[in-house]
């Protein structure tokens, strides 16, 4: 409720766009609620979650069973998905995870996933961006006690889409910022070369 997830998932989920026969990586994918909405909103695409903790992919598994569709559960730090062996994927994308990492994990995320992507692939990010209003900079104080204000200062101050260029990704974008009570939650898209 206070990240007003409903409606940041529906857009990221519109951004995404899963078609048939893609197949997309959802890095660091907690308990699968984003990658069991893609394989929903088309049953032809191959859906990876992909999550270091072995019993929150647990529960991933048995949320989706549940739901009724199949996705690939890795097991892997969002650094690591070269360990994986996942192929090249079309998309890949990652939800509230940044705002959690120092810079030097930022980064190393942001390559990996570059890696794990084909030529021509496209990033997809849900998270705390630039809050451009003194109310949204307060707002998200909040998540700056819980999570470190090491951890999210780089991204109030607009940090991820250098990050993305820096990882060689281009036609980086920032398509909305979605305000919540908790700060403002931008989504971007970002294509392989």
């Not at 609620?33 to 032809?44: G, N, T, W, Y």
């Not at 999550?51 to 647990?58: E, K, M, Q």
């Not at 990010?125 to 307060?138: F, N, T, W």
């Amino acid at each position: 409720m206070l990240t007003r997830e409903k409606r940041w998932r529906a857009a990221l989920l519109r951004l995404v766009a899963p078609a048939a026969g893609e197949t997309i990586l959802d890095v660091e994918c907690g308990t699968g609620s984003f990658a069991i909405l893609m394989k929903q909103s088309c049953a032809d695409a191959r859906v990876i979650g992909v999550d270091p903790d072995p019993a929150v992919l647990t529960i991933a598994s048995g949320k989706a069973e549940r739901a009724g569709v199949t996705i690939d559960w890795r097991q892997a730090m969002g650094d690591e998905l070269a360990a994986i062996g996942t192929g090249p994927v079309d998309k890949a994308t990652l939800s509230l995870v940044f705002h959690q990492c120092l810079m030097p994990m930022k980064r190393a995320i942001v390559v990996a996933m570059h890696r794990a992507l084909r030529p021509g692939g496209t990033l997809i990010v849900a998270d705390y961006g630039e809050q451009r209003s003194r109310m949204m900079r307060l707002l998200l104080r909040q998540v700056q006690r819980l999570d470190g204000y090491a951890n999210t200062q780089a991204n109030a101050d607009g940090v991820l889409p250098s990050v993305f260029a820096e990882a060689g990704f281009r036609k980086v974008a920032e398509h909305e910022a979605i305000p919540t009570p908790t700060g403002s939650i931008s989504l971007y898209s970002a294509r392989k070369a």
